[in-house]
T-cell receptor, first 116, second 111 residues
């Protein structure tokens, strides 16, 4: 299974600013995803990070607010732009192992964001 | 993808088997049943998956009913470290690998 690391692990930010979260995988993977977990809630998929092309966003999420980059097969970034207190969440990246017929996803430890 | 229904919470005594049910009555023939868990303040962790046969690995067993409308995740000897939210997720093969997380079951293992 891939090992995924995220930076930063946590941050406290002022409203109106932006934060870029990095996700590093220790092996080349086909697909990477970004999720958000609001306080007390389950995980919600933000987007699929596509290598070399624009990310594919889920309903309710837009590129202007959550720009995503994926310059290669092992690295992706998620930016939370023009933050408000409602953006306070845990942000998690994941990748998928497409070996065989299984679609196991592996998750990073998450980035805990607090917006004041 | 098929919708799943899980009890919001369950308790289990340490050392006993924990049996977590999941209903997925609208599952279709090419959809898999996956189980993940999320220990507090950590990212979700893959546990096990199955299509129609029962499966076992070093973490758990997965029992899928013959009609595939429900399944049970079994932790044979629960420990305090198994306290977590357990998610049952149904996904199809092909190119749709997205995970849709419901509310899951909070399993509390008591000493």
């Amino acid at each position: 299974s891939a090992v995924i690391s995220q930076k930063p692990s946590r941050d406290i930010c002022q409203r109106g600013t932006s934060l870029t979260i990095q996700c590093q995988v220790d092996s080349q993977v086909t697909m990477m995803f970004w999720y958000r977990q609001q306080p007390g809630q389950s995980l919600t998929l933000i987007a699929t990070a596509n290598q070399g092309s624009e990310a594919t966003y889920e309903s309710g999420f837009v590129i202007d607010k959550f720009p995503i980059s994926r310059p290669n097969l092992t690295f992706s970034t998620l930016t939370v732009s023009n933050m408000s207190p409602e953006d306070s969440s845990i942000y998690l990246c994941s990748d998928i192992d497409l070996a065989g017929d299984s679609y196991e996803q592996y998750f990073g430890p998450g980035t805990r964001l607090t917006v004041t | 993808d098929a919708k799943t229904t899980q009890p919001p919470s369950m308790d289990c005594a340490e050392g006993r088997a924990a049996n977590l049910p999941c209903n997925h009555s609208t599952i279709s023939g090419n959809e898999y049943v996956y189980w993940y868990r999320q220990i507090h303040s950590q990212g979700p962790q893959y546990i096990i998956h199955g299509l129609k046969n029962n499966e076992t690995n070093e973490m758990a067993s997965l029992i899928i009913t013959e009609d595939r409308k429900s399944s049970t995740l079994i932790l044979p000897h629960a420990t305090l470290r198994d306290t977590a939210v357990y998610y049952c997720i149904v996904i199809s093969g092909g190119s749709n690998y997205k995970l849709t997380f419901g509310k899951g079951t909070l399993l509390t293992v008591n000493p």
